[in-house]
């Protein structure tokens, strides 16, 4: 190339737009704006407005904020549940350049105040159920200038929290006509933080244009299946808004036009019926417990589903009666998909095209959906070498993508190229992926795995039992042996011989469980699964534990 000059770089001649979380918005303003969101509110009763109606007040939010000197790039927090003021944060907070860190209140207090002090929040929105938690945290929280009550002086009354601010207040005090400012997409939007099973819960900042690209994938006609032209959609995060940011709904239905129903805090399963029946929810998204106790209610009192036409579920592997239960009872499209909080949207849940036609559609189903558009997937052995897309080779799962985190905050060094997810999967020739188990969670008995998923989706395959976890206790000979904690339905009988003889054409003989224990109740975590390092304790300490005793107070 001596004495050449090197070729012109020919750029394109397309717009260069960023892309930002309120253009959703914006988007729904100009062509859906008479289109639906209902949230059932904290005391129960229910709010119903517009596009147009949740545009103006996120404007009146942002002018608020910015009046208070929140600037680019400052920190939100919200301790908040499903309502409608917590769906406003998404867009009047991000919208304005700062950004919205969503934190559990289902967390223990020490893991709350850790969340909202590392991520570095100056303001924290909370609502009437979260009030009390804040009062006691706030002691520990310095750095917090301001709680901003969403709900009536009157439910507040009494408090002794400093620099509380009102929700409505604020918002009266304002013109909607704020006009969004234009920002670099690579800024955060949002935070979420790790359930922290392992350690302290880690911080990851989704940016707005990984926000939008997320969605965008997560609104592909094949994503959950059954589009149909014309049709209004009516989804519902039953998952939870501090969970990955609601699985993206909160921006995917402005999106694409969907009205969006809320539950609130309200998840007893008789008022998510009552939400899902009323308000013709055609896709609904929650965790597989969520799934089986809608279930377990529905047996008790009947009825069905309504409008539902299908059930997303992720978060946890389902039991193939849960799955069976919903197709063929009630007659939905369970679409399961799995991400983390690092990874979101990464598969979508449906099948491959053809797929239909060659395989049984039950073993498919099971699979945790199958590669998004934007994201790679691939699984390594333990020396980090790729191994073949055949559906058999089980290794270490790694994701990228552009809406994949390459680091967490606060941490040092470079980005990583490829996030480990700490699962196990095989991934199929069609791209689908099976999580075999989470690698922290597998039993390593005599040098070989036995998958805890499998053991668990064997014992919920029969009628009595309503729940199951398998972990492995420490054995002298053998490293260690899966034990099974089960949870019987309501009225059910069943004991642990006709257990075991049930699961024992499932099972490799030698993976069938030590012990099989009996519990009213199983330890779940903040973010609805079980805490199977607390069992596994339990369990090793108390080979008796059981008979009849919860397990969550262990």
Known sequence: MTGHAAPDVLYGTTMDVPLLVSEMLDHALANHPAREVVARRIDGTIHRYTYADAHARCRRLAAALTGLGIRLS???????????????????????????????????????????????????????????IAERIAPRLPAIEHYVFMGTREQAAGTGLDGLLFYEELLAAQADDFAWPSFDERLASTICYTSGTTGEPKGVAYSHRSATLSAMCMSLADMIGGYRAGSVEAVMPIAALFHGNGWQMPYTAPMNGHRLVLPGRAFEPDKILELVRGEQ???????????????????????????????LVAGSRPPPSMVDTLRQRYGLQVSQTWGMTEALG???????????????????????GRTNYLTRLKTVDDAGAELPRDGQSVGRLLARGPYVAGAYLKEPGAPRDWLDTGDLARIFPDGSVEIVDRLKDVIKSGGEWISSLQLEAAATGHPAVLQAAAVGVAHPKWQERPVLAVVRRPGAELTEPALREFMA????????????????????SGTGKVEKRRLRTLLSEDPGAGAGASAQDA
Not at 105 to 117: H, K, M
Not at 289 to 311: C, K, S, Y
Not at 348 to 366: E, L, S
């Open 74 to 132: 400052e920190r939100i927090g919200s301790l908040a549940w499903n309502t409608h003021e917590h769906f406003e944060l998404f867009y009047g907070v991000s919208g304005m350049g700062a950004v919205l860190h969503t934190i559990n209140p289902r967390l223990f207090e020490d893991q709350i105040a850790y969340i909202a002090a590392d991520g570095g929040d100056r303001m924290l929105f909370i609502d009437a159920a979260t009030l009390p």
């Open 281 to 311: 929810v055609t896709i609904a998204a929650a965790v597989p417990t969520v799934w089986m106790t809608l279930l377990d209610h529905l047996d008790q009192t009947g009825g069905d589903f309504g409008e539902l036409r299908a059930a």
């Open 346 to 368: 990464v598969t979508k849940a449906t099948v491959a095209p053809g797929a239909h036609d060659t395989d049984g559609m039950t073993p498919i189903a099971q699979r945790q």
């Open 505 to 524: 054409p499932l099972l490799a003989s030698w993976w069938m469980p030590d012990r099989i224990v009996f519990f009213d109740s199983l330890p779940v």
